[in-house]
């Protein structure tokens, strides 16, 4: 059965504390990965896509990367307007949502 | 702001009642997704329609339907409702068929069942 988990569930860090928040899978036949960023009561909005083994994609203080396993979501040096909760999701033959990883950064 | 519009943005309703949400897609994009969060839930998709037609169904209850008009914009319609519905309902839409084009989300209705 397709699956998808993200750890950990939720995650505190003091402000430039580096970081990464996990996305493991199983499906069968990966079509792509994404990363989306929500804030309380709002839509998710959309991060990053990844294809293949080996991508990684960068956008401000954050950085994606893909195994044939799992994807990473690294902070860098994080700041309080990044906390909000990181939502993966893997499209196989269907689009399936991890359920998240709230992330409180510290000032 | 991603370009998609969702109305109302509150909603609050009696059981029993039926009420209908609204989305209209980015310019350009064919698709359009509804989707149910609830608090102790994570995003739990309902149904896909691409271009008037619907092209894949999720954890959508028979209680609720959807449609996709000529102009592209969408309606979910939920009846029968049970304190249990009460959700945020989120619209996205994208370009292609596919999920694996990145979705774009409106700001959600929030639904209060009483």
């Known amino acids: 059965e397709d699956q998808v988990t993200q750890s950990p569930e939720a995650l505190r860090l003091q402000e430039g504390e580096s970081s990464s928040l996990n996305c493991s899978y199983t499906?069968?036949?990966?079509?792509?990965l994404f990363w989306y960023r929500q804030d309380p009561g709002k839509g998710p909005e959309f991060l990053f896509t990844?294809?293949?083994?080996?991508e990684e994609k960068e956008k401000e203080r954050l950085k994606a990367t893909l195994t044939k396993k799992e994807s990473f979501l690294h902070i860098t040096a994080p700041k309080p307007e990044d906390s909000a909760t990181y939502l993966c999701?893997?499209?196989?033959?269907?689009?399936?949502w991890g359920a998240g990883t709230k992330l409180i950064i510290k000032p | 702001d991603s370009g998609v519009t969702q109305t109302p943005k509150h909603l609050i309703t009696a059981t029993g009642q039926r009420v209908t949400l609204r989305c209209s897609p980015r310019s350009g994009d064919l698709s359009v997704y509804w989707y149910q969060q609830s608090l102790d839930q994570g995003l739990q998709f309902l149904i896909q329609?691409?271009?008037?037609?619907?092209?894949a169904k999720g954890n959508i209850l028979e209680r609720f339907s959807a449609q996709q008009f000529p102009d592209l914009h969408s309606e979910l319609n939920l009846s029968s409702l049970e304190l249990g519905d009460s959700a945020l309902y989120f619209c996205?839409?994208?370009?292609?068929?596919?999920?694996?084009?990145?979705?774009?989300f409106g700001p959600g209705t929030r639904l209060t069942v009483t």
């Open positions: 999701a893997v499209q196989s033959y269907q689009l399936i």
């Open positions: 499906v069968s036949g990966l079509r792509g």
């Open positions: 329609y691409y271009n008037g037609e619907e092209r």
């Open positions: 996205a839409s994208s370009v292609g068929d596919s999920p694996t084009y990145e979705q774009y």
């Open positions: 990844l294809y293949s083994a080996g």
